[in-house]
């Protein structure tokens, strides 16, 4: 298993904790973003910069992901593409995205984009707290003891 980072929009401290469970269990983890992000020094943490460009990241995730691998994102299409796939996708939430459930998050996404297009102010996600750090950590210690 490897870790795929859509790392434009993860926050620091969910990378941070990245880094650490990549260290402890030695899994090879790579960020990839549309800027220069720097990683702890080693072989197992790497960074990948692509252009500019609207899905430039999520495409690369995409070309890279193999069957098993775990993929970091909160884009609720992105972690479609990968579960079909056979990838796992966590949010920095900590939400498990699953066959099971893509399909509805998807369409609650799609309704959302409607209303926003239409003018109607949705408002963003809360700011990342506690328990979305918890709640992460504990599902990506879950799925590391699996491998």
């Known amino acids: ?3 795929l980072v859509d790392a434009d929009a993860c926050p620091s ?6 880094f650490k469970a990549a260290q402890r269990k030695q899994v090879k983890t790579t960020l990839i973003a549309n ?3 720097s990683t702890p020094p080693g072989e197992l943490i790497t960074s990948v910069q692509v252009s500019s460009g609207f899905d430039v990241a999520d495409d690369e995730i995409v070309k ?3 069957f098993g691998d775990l993929v970091i994102t909160s884009d609720i299409p992105l972690a479609a593409e990968v579960i079909d796939k056979g990838a796992i996708a ?3 939430r900590g939400e498990l995205f699953t066959k ?3 399909k509805a998050r998807l369409n609650m996404r799609d309704f959302l984009e409607t209303l926003r297009s239409s003018g109607v102010q949705t408002g ?9 750090r918890k709640k992460f950590a504990d599902h990506l210690d879950k799925i590391l003891a699996q491998t």
């Open 13 to 18: 401290v969910i990378k941070e904790i990245l």
């Open 100 to 102: 099971d459930n893509i």
């Open 90 to 92: 966590l949010s920095p």
């Open 64 to 66: 890279r992901v193999q």
């Open 35 to 37: 800027q220069y992000l």
């Open 124 to 132: 963003g996600p809360p700011p990342l707290g506690q328990n979305d």
């Open 1 to 3: 298993m490897n870790i």
